[in-house]
């Protein structure tokens, strides 16, 4: 278990992966397992692969009042601001702002993982093909009293996407996304 509180995590880059399949988290990494993340900036980072800002692989994050902005993932990856790959995720009184990816999700993309998001903004996030704000694969999760809005992208879904997902949206504004196809 770690807990990072009150941290700025700023101006990184990962530009290969280390041979063994593990790689991306501009600004951090987790593997295998469980972090609160409070009160901190993760912003202007870079990936050549999944999670310009964060990539959370098989783990348990908690993220509260966290500022995810500015980050980017390149060369045909996903998750410009967050990746969470077979991860939980509860995301709360948070903002996810100005990240792109190459990929899916702009802002969040969540493959076989689940996410609960409370009380965040979503917004000015860009994708590639799908996801603007956030993409969905695989994933049962819940977007409450959150605002999603002006993503983009260059396919489908410029706030939300969501392939074999349940999404249970509460109290939430979804407004002024743009998908170029549908």
Known sequence: YASI???????????????????????????NSSLDIINSDIVNNSST???GGLMINNSSINLDNVNISNNQSISYSSGGGICCSDSDMILSNSVVENNSTTHYGGGIALF?????INQSIIKSNNAGPDGGGIYFHNSVSEINYS??????????GGGLFLIYSNVSINNATITNNIALEG
């Open 5 to 31: 509180n009150n941290v700025e995590i700023d101006n990184n880059s990962v530009i290969a992966d280390d041979g063994n399949g593990n790689f991306g988290g501009g600004g951090f990494y987790s593997y």
């Open 49 to 51: 692969y999944d999670g």
């Open 112 to 116: 076989d993982s689940d996410a609960i």
């Open 147 to 156: 605002e999603i809005s002006n993503n983009s992208t260059g396919i489908d």
